[in-house]
């Protein structure tokens, strides 16, 4: 869905979009749509000037860090995004807009909402994804999920990081 910015006023026009998970390629190969998109919110216009309000709500399947497997969220957003028209000199040059507003460029004729909300929930993403706090992971010898298995091999308690500091103060 695109948003006419001919359409748009000051005082803001509502949308409001639901997207199959198939509609949206979120680009991540370890994230996946597992329900409906819904966005909704008021896109305004002052002058050249656009700003998307709104809110989202769906829930993405990550893939744990640690064991490799499933790991469900639910992705719950609402986000502000301001657009200046592309070519616009002043806008280019960045002397619009203070530092901490996030500012994107549209074509002149219309926002792409699919664009934008593709974009909200890729943000919304964890930077570490587990399935739960406290999953075990995979064992580092015998690759078993220790969620669900045990095994037999040595273990040792410490985490390989951690190794790598006992050995530099052996060294020493
Ligand atoms: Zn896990
Ligand atoms: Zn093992």
Not at 72 to 96: C, S, T
Not at 111 to 127: F, S, T, Y
Not at 163 to 171: C, G
Request: charge should be negative.
């Amino acid at each position: 869905m695109r948003i006419e910015v001919e359409n748009l006023t000051a005082e803001g026009k509502p949308f409001e979009q639901t997207y199959a998970p198939g509609e949206l390629a979120l680009e991540d190969e370890f994230a996946a749509l597992v329900s409906d998109v819904r966005a909704w919110g008021r896109a305004s216009r002052k002058s050249d000037e656009v700003r998307v309000q709104g809110s989202l709500q769906t829930s993405v399947e990550l893939r744990c860090d640690r064991c490799l497997g499933p790991a469900p969220m639910p992705v719950n957003v609402d986000f502000v995004a301001n657009f200046v028209r592309a070519g616009d000199p002043v806008a280019e040059a960045g002397e619009l807009h203070d530092e901490d507003l996030e500012v994107s460029v549209y074509d002149g004729h219309s926002v792409d909402l699919d664009e934008l909300v593709r974009e909200q929930i890729l943000l919304a993403l964890p930077a570490r994804r587990l399935c739960r706090d406290d999953c075990r992971g995979l064992c580092p010898a015998c690759a078993k999920n220790l969620n669900t298995e045990s095994c037999d091999c040595a273990r040792h308690e410490t985490d390989p990081r951690w190794a790598a500091l006992a050995e530099i103060k052996d060294s020493e």
